[in-house]
């Protein structure tokens, strides 16, 4: 593929991850609630699936900085979704643990997520769709070991 063609490439990603940010505002016109912010889900997804985790470690698997998580915590733990609590081991560490009402809110998400993922891929064949999870899962892969580190 040519040069050219990669830079067409990379402005298509650009374009895609602008319709998805604009997504929320059109669900809301059309009078559903957007589902919550990104970064907000991933949180509690990944806290979902380990149960409880220390802030230092949430900060290296999400690849953000210490203040920034501070802030996506605070947002989380205003409604009640997260708890944060010295550790038992290690009263200096702070573990961060998913409530039962951050399970509910996980839950409700979900399938609003699942809804947006039908509307953004419903185009697509079950064929196109296969090669697509395929291309990106390898882009995806390369790009998190090559800029892991910085």
Known sequence: MEKNNHTELLEMLYRIAHLLHRSGPHLQRQGRRAPMPPAQARLMRLLATTGSVTQRELAERLDIRSASL???LGKLERPGW????PNEMDK???????TEEGENMLRNIGGERAELAEEVFGSLTEDE?????SLLGKLIGDWETRF???
């Open 92 to 98: 200096r560490t702070i573990d961060i643990n998913l």
């Open 129 to 133: 769709l296969r090669q697509l999870h």
């Open 82 to 85: 997260i708890s944060r609590r």
């Open 148 to 150: 892991e580190h910085q």
């Open 70 to 72: 501070s802030e996506l």
